[in-house]
């Protein structure tokens, strides 16, 4: 009954401003500090509450919570009716939001949070998905110094979140593709392809098999830049195929 009151009165005069949902969500995180989630969520649904009576009409509530650190308060039936009634966001608006999300620093689950909140299961593995993922990640690790420098502890930090969707070799090709997309985009700064294809090698993120099919690709919609992107990367392939002899040898 607590719960009720409290949640109920200091929402009423709010939600027709707009600005319930953040007070709310911050007096949510307040008691967690007293209490566990579970505890405060179930306080949360005693009050009856839904956040699509809170918030404006035009946020979306998975966004929302997600955002704010409040997914206990979305129990699974709630989850499924969500679901049913998502926007589909279109790619720009995904780019858009993973780069805000990289930007701010965001730790892999949250990121994982908002992506699973807000796509269907089939958008995450479409290739399109792959490769606007991949372009955020590499975008979000790159210093912007002269000349431009991979931030090495930043995309170790990401290699679990690249890993988590670059599950097969087709979508390693894909992310390879976007990483290539990437630096003809930025006019093939030296170097700085062959620093991300060290490091995602060395992460495991993308492995030589894939590494290899981009190499011989004849793919006619993914020629742009090629020529540039491997003789900036001869060496590492040099390299590859050396270790792969010796690895025979042994």
Request: charged share 30%; hydrophobic share 40%; net charge negative.
């Amino acid at each position: 009954m607590w719960g009720t009151c409290v949640f109920r009165e200091i929402s009423k005069p709010l939600v027709p401003l707009g600005k319930a949902g953040v007070l709310l969500a911050q007096i949510l995180q307040l008691l967690c500090k007293g209490m566990t989630p579970q505890k405060v969520g179930a306080l949360w649904k005693e009050a009856g509450l839904s956040w699509n009576e809170i918030l404006p009409k035009d946020e979306d509530v998975n966004t929302f919570v997600t955002d704010q650190k409040v997914e206990f308060t979305v129990d699974e039936e709630m989850k499924s009716k969500d679901v049913g009634r998502k926007n589909v966001l279109s790619g720009e608006e995904i780019s858009k939001q993973l780069d805000r999300l990289l930007q701010d620093k965001a730790n892999n689950q949250r990121i994982r949070d908002w992506i699973e909140a807000n796509l269907e299961d089939q958008q995450t593995v479409n290739n399109q998905f792959i490769r606007r993922l991949m372009t955020s990640v590499c975008q979000s690790v790159i210093i912007c110094d002269n000349p431009y420098k991979v931030d090495m502890e930043q995309i170790k930090n990401r290699a679990p979140l690249l890993q988590r969707y670059l599950c097969d070799e087709e979508k390693e090709l894909q992310a390879l593709y976007a990483l290539q997309a990437l630096m003809v985009h930025m006019e093939q700064p030296a170097n700085l392809l062959l620093m991300f294809f060290n490091t995602l090698y060395d992460e495991d993120v993308i492995k030589e098999e894939a590494f290899y099919k981009w190499e011989s690709s004849k793919d006619s919609a993914e020629q742009t830049g090629k020529g540039v992107a491997l003789k900036s990367v001869a060496i590492f392939f040099t390299w590859l195929r050396e270790a792969d002899e010796e690895s025979d040898t042994d």
